[in-house]
Structures are given as structure tokens and as C-alpha cells.
């Protein structure tokens, strides 16, 4: 872990957390923080709990034990409009009706600040214009969603986020579906504008090499347990990331901005299949 991780305000915390769902359990008692300000990307194989945890975050999956936590206050005694202020959250491949137009997509991200049968307020209006400004979506404001490429709608649903304003953010699989140019082209984004904005953003992903190149911080998640936990410089590590997937692997640097990524080789049946040790 960071040498300075202890000293940071944790934005997010799971302390003792059991989650799970009807007839599974995922996590028995997950304890973790994530850092206020930085870009955290949730790791590992699949059904290792990456979503589990966000949702968890998000109150959309309550903790049989311990408690989740949003700057010290439990996120369970939140109403879900205050909830929805402060934590933007947006799910793995998410629908809406086609006919849609992107402006109106990305104005319901402002349901949470609005009073009910109310009109869009200059503040909302300001937001939505920030919104797809900062996405670079203006010129497709009138436009159908039904019409729009992958990439295109993608950004779409990301500017629907943004408008909702909430300082912490939460994006599972962000890049699913996407070609490696818009997946690049996206999480630039969230990195640039979580920098500028001092967001806290979490992120679900299944590529590392797109983890380690734009996140702060890594949790890779194994057989429900936080295998390692930190920042990318520190734990994105060649026998971590064996252990993790069950593979073999060279970690190597990035020249020029000194960012690791991971050349797989092989799978490892005996990593990937042994049982987890205490």
C-alpha cells in the first residue's frame, strides 16, 4: 500500500462489509477505502465482486453486516435523492428509448436537483450545456440516441453523469463494447475531468493495461478478498497480478510517462485454481 494512503481523507469506505445476493455470498467482510480526489480502478477476474463492491458503494445493494460509508456517514440512512447528489452512478450498458434526443438523455442526470413537477432551473440548464461541452457533445444536443455510434452514445451517458454534479462517481465497465480507440478516448475523459474537477471516481475495468495507464489507485479483488490495494506504482506488480488472474505475465514501463502495463504470456491453471490461503 501508498505510504501516504493512511494520511489521505478516505471519500468511500466499506468497513467489515458482507455482501452478496440470494444464495451467494461474495464478500464475508470486505474492508476498503477509497481515496477522496483520485481515480480508482476495481480489478480482477471475472466474479471476483468488481460490481458487487460499486453497487454496494452506491446503495443499490445493501450490506448484510458492517457498513458502507460516505465521508463517515453510513449511505444506507441517505434518501436516495440526497444519495443521487452526492454519488453519480452508471451501470454496465444501460438503456434508454431510442427516439431520445441526447440533450434529453443527458437532462436527467439533473432528476436528483430538481423539485418534483418542476422546470429546468438556469442552475440545471447551466449544467446540462457543461455537461455536453465537456464531452464534447453540443453539436449532437437535438440529436436521437438511436442514431449515434457506440462511442458517441457512450459519451452520452457519461455527460448524464457529469450533469448530476456529484462530487463521487462510479462507472462500471465504462468501456465495455467499446474499440480500443473510444475505450483510450473515454477514459481520458473521466481521468481529465475528474483532475480538473477534484471528483473521487471509481471504475470498474477489465483491461489492466487501460487501469494502470489512467487510474491513481488499483484494488484487485480475488475469491471475494482484497488481494492488493494502493497505488499503481505499487501494487501493479508481476507476481500480484499472477496470483490475481492465474496467469503468467512481464510487467514492464512505459518510457514515456513511466506508467507499468502487463504483457500476458500464459494462463497458469495451478495459480489460477489453487485454493486461497489465510
Known amino acids: 500500500m501508498h505510504k501516504d494512503h493512511a494520511k489521505e481523507r478516505a471519500e468511500v469506505e466499506l468497513r467489515g462489509a458482507a455482501l452478496g445476493y440470494p444464495g ?19 480489478c480482477g477476474p471475472n466474479g471476483c465482486g468488481k460490481s458487487t ?29 440526497v444519495l443521487a447528489r452526492e454519488i453519480a452512478m452508471l451501470t454496465q450498458s444501460p438503456t434508454a428509448p431510442e427516439e431520445l434526443s441526447v440533450g434529453q438523455l443527458v437532462s436527467l442526470g439533473r432528476y ?54 456529484s462530487p463521487v462517481i462510479l462507472l462500471d465497465e465504462p468501456t465495455n463494447h467499446l474499440d480500443i480507440a473510444h475505450a483510450l478516448d473515454v477514459l481520458a475523459l473521466v481521468r481529465r475531468l475528474g483532475a480538473q474537477d477534484g471528483k473521487t471516481v471509481v471504475v470498474v475495468l477489465h483491461d489492466l493495461n487501460l487501469a494502470a495507464r489512467f487510474a491513481d489507485d488499483i484494488v484487485f479483488f480475488r475469491a471475494g478478498k482484497v488481494a492488493g490495494c494502493g497505488a499503481v506504482e505499487d501494487v501493479f506488480r508481476q507476481n500480484l497480478i ?25 494462463a497458469c491453471p495451478t495459480r489460477r485454481d489453487r485454493p486461497e490461503q489465510d
Not at 451467494?24 to 476495481?42: C, E, H, N, P, Q
Not at 463492491?53 to 435523492?81: E, F, H, I, N, Y
Not at 449532437?140 to 458517441?152: F, N
Open 242 to 266: 499472477e496470483d490475481v488472474f492465474g496467469i503468467e505475465c512481464i510487467v514492464r514501463q512505459e518510457p514515456a510517462s513511466g506508467r507499468p502495463f502487463c504483457i500476458p504470456l500464459a
Open 112 to 165: 436528483a436537483h430538481r423539485k418534483a413537477f418542476a422546470s429546468d432551473t438556469m442552475v440545471d440548464r447551466e449544467a446540462i450545456a457543461t455537461a455536453l461541452e465537456q464531452t464534447n457533445l453540443t453539436h449532437l444536443t437535438d440529436r436521437p440516441i438511436g442514431t449515434l455510434s457506440g462511442g458517441q452514445l457512450q459519451r452520452v451517458w457519461i455527460a448524464m453523469v457529469l450533469a448530476q454534479a
Open 24 to 42: 451467494k455470498l461474495v464478500f464475508d467482510a470486505l474492508d476498503l477505502s477509497i481515496r477522496a480526489g483520485r481515480l480508482t480502478a476495481l
Open 53 to 81: 463492491a460499486l453497487r454496494a458503494m452506491r446503495a443499490m445493494l445493501p450490506a448484510r453486516a458492517g457498513s458502507v460509508l460516505l465521508r463517515d456517514q453510513p449511505v444506507s440512512g441517505l434518501t436516495a435523492k
